[in-house]
């Protein structure tokens, strides 16, 4: 079934350490997201892929950074965790060759860091 | 930039309709409609395009005034389900196709 995963839905991390949050998606997609949301806020756009080898920043700076070496696999690294990283981290991905290109949001992942 | 939701809460009864306003202050390429339960991820509504054209659910419509950039997304005979919040995203001209500035969304209640 095609679908896009998150992994870990729940983190709790100490400040300092490195994390890596993890998304895939198997619908063959080639655009990929990562959005920040604060509880009962809107989604900010943090990083963005066209495809393999392509990212670029969104319009809310992030200490975070991303790679896209395979198509269905857009993870996210923060080096030096940090109080104020505390959020939940949303993957979506869609298909730009599509005239209509929704997206299609993972489950996401809620991190706190302590 | 961020397009401007009104309003930020509505309460409804079911069986209710309500109605949910997004507007922008710069020339709309597209509005997507999404509607995120509590600690799930926003799912797709509906999406319009410049021109008339959509995409989206049966029981959802939505409409897209170009004079004015302004979607309002209508919702008719409102159930439990319908309850959540409710983000407006648009794509500007000139802007990163299909990069979405999100509206700070609607909180839809409907009780029994």
């Known amino acids: 079934e095609a679908d896009i995963y998150q992994t870990p839905r729940y983190l709790v991390i100490g400040t300092g350490k490195k994390i890596t949050l993890e998304c895939s998606q198997t619908?063959?997609?080639?655009?990929m997201y990562w959005y920040q949301q604060d509880p009962g806020m809107e989604l900010h756009l943090i990083h963005y892929s066209y495809g393999v080898n392509s990212t670029e920043k969104g319009d809310l700076s992030s200490e975070s950074t991303v790679s896209r070496i395979r198509t269905e696999h857009f993870p996210l690294t923060l080096e030096s965790a940090r109080p104020s990283h505390t959020s939940q981290y949303l993957c979506?991905?869609?298909?730009?060759?599509?005239?209509?290109?929704?997206?299609?949001f993972g489950p996401g992942t809620r991190l706190t860091v302590l | 930039q961020q397009p401007v939701q009104s309003p930020q809460a509505v309460i409804l009864r079911e069986g209710e309709d309500a109605v949910i306003n997004c507007s922008s202050s710069?020339?709309?390429?597209?509005v997507h409609w999404y509607r995120q339960k509590h600690g799930e991820a926003p799912v797709f509504l509906m999406i319009l395009l410049k021109g008339g054209e959509q995409k989206g659910h049966e029981k959802i419509s939505a409409s897209f005034n170009e004079k004015k950039q302004q979607s309002s997304l209508y919702l008719t005979a409102s159930q439990l389900s319908y309850s959540g919040t409710y983000f407006c995203g648009t794509d500007y001209y000139g802007g990163s196709q299909g990069n979405l500035i999100f509206g700070k969304g609607t909180k839809l209640s409907v009780k029994p």
């Open positions: 619908m063959g997609h080639d655009k």
């Open positions: 979506a991905s869609s298909d730009v060759q599509g005239h209509y290109n929704e997206q299609f």
């Open positions: 710069k020339a709309l390429y597209s």
